[in-house]
Structure formats: structure tokens, C-alpha cells
């Protein structure tokens, strides 16, 4: 299982980014997907989830409302659309695939313990 992230950037407060995450070797519908960062002196944080089915999401209270988690099958990509960027979402963003043994709704906690696969990670900067 390899993933990818991309679209990382330097943005201004305000602006919008779509992260994209490029999962191979494994089909989405066996693995829910999970957007975290990480930020300069601070640990590692859940921001976004999407289960296998692609039903079901879950945002981290910080995300609600600006952020957006969607995937594309047939691309084998996961994508979280960020708008209205403060500068404190600056940090690394990770994408991770938890293996789950069916298709389903189910979501598992944003936790990063939870989640077995992960990239390496694309810089979100927001600074004036």
C-alpha cells in the first residue's frame, strides 16, 4: 500500500487548497482514509476521515465547515478541499488508510494509532 499526498502550498488567510491523495495497490472500498497535520512543536491531529463506502465522513471540529473530504474510485484518490485558511492550519498534512475487512460505513476514530498505512506528507503554509 503506497500513498501519496499532493497540492500543498504557500497560501494567503483566506484562500482555498485541494489536497490529493493517490492510494496504490489497494482498492479504497477495503480501507477508510484519514487527513491528518502536524504543525511545528505540536503532535499529530485527525482533521478529516471518509470510510470505505465513501458514505460516511467526519471532520474535527476545526475542520466543520471549511473543509471537505471526497474521493474518486476510479482514480483510487482521496481529496480534502480546504476554504477560508487560517494560519493556523499551517502544518504537514498526512493522508493514512486504515484496513477494514468489508465495505462499510463504519468510521474509525481519528486517531493516528488507528490507521496502518500513511504518505509522507505535503506543506500547507498560510501566511500573509
Known amino acids: 500500500v503506497q500513498l501519496v499526498e499532493s497540492g500543498g502550498d504557500l497560501v494567503q488567510p483566506g484562500g482555498s487548497l485541494r489536497l490529493s491523495c493517490v492510494v496504490s495497490?489497494?482498492?479504497?472500498?477495503?480501507?477508510?482514509i484519514g487527513w491528518f497535520r502536524q504543525a511545528p512543536g505540536k503532535e499529530r491531529e485527525g482533521v478529516s476521515c471518509?470510510?470505505?463506502?465513501?458514505?460516511?465522513?467526519y471532520y474535527a471540529d476545526d475542520a466543520k465547515g471549511r473543509f471537505t473530504i471526497s474521493r474518486d474510485t476510479a482514480k483510487n484518490t482521496v481529496y480534502l478541499q480546504m476554504n477560508n485558511l487560517k494560519t493556523e492550519d499551517t502544518a504537514v498534512y498526512y493522508c493514512?488508510?486504515?484496513?477494514?475487512?468489508?465495505?462499510?460505513?463504519?468510521?474509525?476514530?481519528?486517531?493516528?494509532?488507528?490507521?496502518?498505512?500513511w504518505g509522507l506528507g505535503t506543506q500547507v503554509t498560510v501566511s500573509s
Open positions: 493514512a488508510a486504515d484496513h477494514l475487512p468489508v465495505t462499510t460505513g463504519w468510521l474509525p476514530p481519528l486517531l493516528a494509532s488507528y490507521y496502518d498505512y
Open positions: 471518509i470510510s470505505s463506502s465513501g458514505r460516511s465522513s
Open positions: 495497490g489497494v482498492p479504497l472500498d477495503a480501507y477508510a
